[in-house]
């Protein structure tokens, strides 16, 4: 395969991950099987009484009233819901997944609460453990393969 | 998404023993399916350029989450394929096993009301059920590829036949 063929390959592959990166978030509200968090958000009385799933960022837990303020993400920014029925151990900083009844005053009676990350340093741990990952896999590659710039392609390194 | 490291450890600990039975599975191939592994992670480039500055900048919406879907594993694939030359159908297949093994990790992460993301995306808009086995932080799961990969990493340098 001739490297300008390869090239273009290349940028057709890339040409659909944005045409994919493009449909998928002008689908997705209407596939997402509950009210968005924009929706939520910009009315969340006409969405009273329906059931939310929301991803929050935790910024108070109140443990004797079994209660939490979130900060969910929407396209403006974030916006703060209370949950009531928050059962989860989880300090503020973490982030969690609720799923429940909306209820007035941007309230969400929880139906379960899912821990993502414990506390705020879960996300320096995740993105730690994953960038030794991708230095592990970049030095195994390039051990055993060469990239030949004049052909754009990988090759075999023969004492790979 | 599991971390990148579980993502990348998985295709190795799954790969290297069929090695020691099939000779012509050799590290180079291994090594392939552990970089395919890596490319649902590619949605992290949303940490260093937003989403919505390609949306400010292209006018359209845009999300990176199709990366860590069918389609996306697909897609990249093919365009990291073609840069293998006479080897590019066998690059492929490593590398698309690869993706799979992270697409089904994935797959039974925890998700609050018991169905995972739209991973099969684009070639259906469903979610299926998870088993919601484990949190992307929970370093269990980080202790349990590595271990499992020491075992393996071992087990492979003490055989006789190894290159």
Known sequence: MAPLVRALVVVLALGLVFGMGVHYDSQYTQQWPYPSTDAIEAADDEHVGQTVFVFGTVEQVDETANSAQILVGSSDGTFGLTVVGFDAAVRPGGVVQVVGRLEPDATIDARAVRVVNPAGSSTLYKYGVSLVGAALVTVLVLRHWRIDVRTLSFEVRRDG | ?163
Request: aromatic share 12%.
């Open chain 2, 1 to 163: 998404m599991a971390d990148l490291l579980t993502h990348v450890l998985v295709p190795f600990v799954l790969l290297t023993p069929l090695s020691w039975r099939f000779r012509w599975l050799t590290d180079r191939w291994i090594v392939l399916a552990m970089a395919g592994a890596a490319i649902p992670d590619l949605v992290k480039v949303g940490l260093v350029v937003d989403g919505r500055v390609i949306e400010s900048i292209t006018g359209l919406p845009f999300s990176y989450a199709p990366l860590a879907t069918l389609g996306g594993v697909l897609a990249v694939t093919a365009g990291l394929a073609v840069l293998f030359g006479d080897v590019r159908r066998r690059a492929f297949g490593y590398i698309l096993l690869g993706g799979l093994t992270s697409l089904a990790l994935d797959g039974m992460r925890v998700f609050a009301d018991g169905h995972a993301n739209f991973w099969l995306y684009p070639f259906v808009w469903w979610r299926p059920p998870t088993p919601s086995l484990y949190v992307t932080s929970d370093p269990r799961v980080t202790a349990v590829a590595l271990a499992a990969a020491g075992l393996v990493f071992v087990l492979d340098r003490s055989r006789p036949t190894s290159e």
